[in-house]
């Protein structure tokens, strides 16, 4: 089974360039931001905007967009201000990916602060609710990433994001994003053969393999259960090469597209463009 493996990229000068970019450094697929992800307004997308993006997408053969919400959005947040102003980012996120023709849109599932996890996992699930009534007919999903599990942050105990998806039932609008820095962060020792088998057996019981949609590939500078969430290059971080080649070889997981969220710039020794760096090392270990 061919693997399509992307990398996030920047898309300053516009959203199209996202995908041009991809292309240069050997990109398969591509996931980028729509609007600036640490703002809650953007400028809409102009008609100028989605013909680019389409017209590069078919000249570059570039498969499986996908977008990264907002860092801002907490649909767990017990704030009823913060909730609301959540619930219409998180519209509005899937509206500019469904004009740019986009497979989904990943998000961090929320934070519950200052009240619990069983509420904020509530606050969740009405809010899902809301923003998928509001987006009826639309094609893109809304992708849950599980988490790192820093402060109280959901999603780094897959079983919270079971109970959402089996809330929500609208099985073709929402699905899951693995990250598996977050996983090796939260408990999964994906250096080992025993951790890689856990993360893919409680994926099973609690959604199902089905339902995971885009897998973003990155190395974890902290260790096994830290909650910390660090992205390393791929293979030099503490899941390491083996950890990686069982992840590329699995069948499951092979299936699905993966996006690099791995550091960006060059590499100091050889000049090297370090998404150029961690594709090769990724389509090199798939291969071995």
Same mark, same amino acid.
């Given at each position: 089974?061919?693997?399509?493996?992307?990398?996030?990229?920047?898309?300053?000068?516009?959203?199209?360039?996202?995908?041009?970019?991809?292309?240069?450094?050997?990109?398969?697929?591509?996931?980028?931001?729509?609007?600036?992800?640490?703002?809650?307004?953007?400028?809409?997308?102009?008609?100028?905007?989605?013909?680019?993006?389409?017209?590069?997408?078919?000249?570059?053969?570039?498969?499986?967009?996908?977008?990264?919400?907002?860092?801002?959005?907490?649909?767990?947040?017990?704030?009823?201000?913060?909730?609301?102003?959540?619930?219409? $980012?998180?519209?509005?996120?899937?509206?500019?990916?469904?004009?740019?023709?986009?497979?989904?849109?990943?998000?961090?599932?929320?934070?519950?602060?200052?009240?619990?996890?069983?509420?904020?996992?509530?606050?969740?699930?009405?809010?899902? @609710?809301?923003?998928?009534? $509001?987006?009826?007919?639309? @094609?893109?999903? *809304?992708?849950?990433?599980?988490?790192?599990?820093?402060?109280?942050?959901?999603?780094?105990?897959?079983?919270?994001?079971?109970?959402?998806?089996?809330?929500?039932?609208?099985?073709?609008?929402?699905?899951?994003?693995?990250?598996?820095?977050?996983?090796?962060?939260?408990?999964?020792?994906?250096?080992?053969?025993?951790?890689?088998?856990?993360?893919?057996?409680?994926?099973?019981?609690?959604?199902?393999?089905?339902?995971?949609?885009?897998?973003?590939?990155?190395?974890?500078?902290?260790?096994?259960?830290?909650?910390?969430?660090?992205?390393?290059?791929?293979?030099?971080?503490?899941?390491?090469?083996?950890?990686?080649?069982?992840?590329?070889?699995?069948?499951?997981?092979?299936?699905?597209?993966?996006? *690099?969220?791995?550091?960006?710039?060059?590499?100091?020794?050889?000049?090297?463009?370090?998404?150029?760096?961690?594709?090769?090392?990724?389509?090199?270990?798939?291969?071995?």
């Amino acid at each position: 089974m061919a693997l399509i493996v992307g990398a996030h990229m920047s898309t300053q000068g516009g959203v199209w360039r996202g995908v041009e970019r991809a292309k240069e450094v050997g990109c398969d697929c591509v996931q980028v931001f729509t609007k600036n992800n640490n703002q809650w307004s953007a400028k809409d997308l102009q008609s100028e905007d989605i013909s680019h993006f389409a017209q590069q997408m078919k000249e570059t053969g570039i498969v499986r967009p996908i977008a990264h919400a907002s860092y801002l959005i907490n649909m767990a947040a017990p704030s009823d201000d913060l909730w609301k102003k959540s619930i219409a $980012a998180m519209i509005d996120e899937l509206h500019r990916a469904e004009q740019l023709q986009l497979d989904g849109v990943v998000v961090h599932p929320g934070s519950f602060t200052t009240s619990s996890a069983e509420e904020g996992v509530q606050r969740i699930i009405a809010a899902i @609710k809301e923003v998928l009534a $509001a987006t009826t007919g639309f @094609k893109v999903k *809304l992708l849950l990433e599980n988490t790192a599990g820093q402060g109280s942050n959901l999603g780094a105990d897959l079983s919270e994001l079971g109970t959402i998806l089996a809330a929500v039932k609208q099985t073709e609008r929402i699905g899951v994003c693995i990250d598996s820095c977050h996983a090796m962060a939260a408990g999964y020792d994906l250096a080992e053969a025993a951790g890689l088998k856990k993360l893919l057996a409680d994926i099973d019981d609690q959604f199902g393999i089905e339902r995971v949609a885009a897998l973003h590939l990155n190395d974890s500078k902290k260790g096994c259960g830290s909650r910390v969430d660090r992205h390393e290059h791929i293979g030099q971080g503490t899941i390491g090469p083996e950890g990686f080649k069982r992840w590329l070889k699995n069948k499951s997981l092979r299936a699905i597209p993966m996006y *690099l969220e791995t550091p960006k710039g060059n590499d100091e020794e050889t000049g090297e463009d370090l998404d150029v760096m961690n594709l090769r090392v990724v389509r090199e270990l798939a291969k071995n």
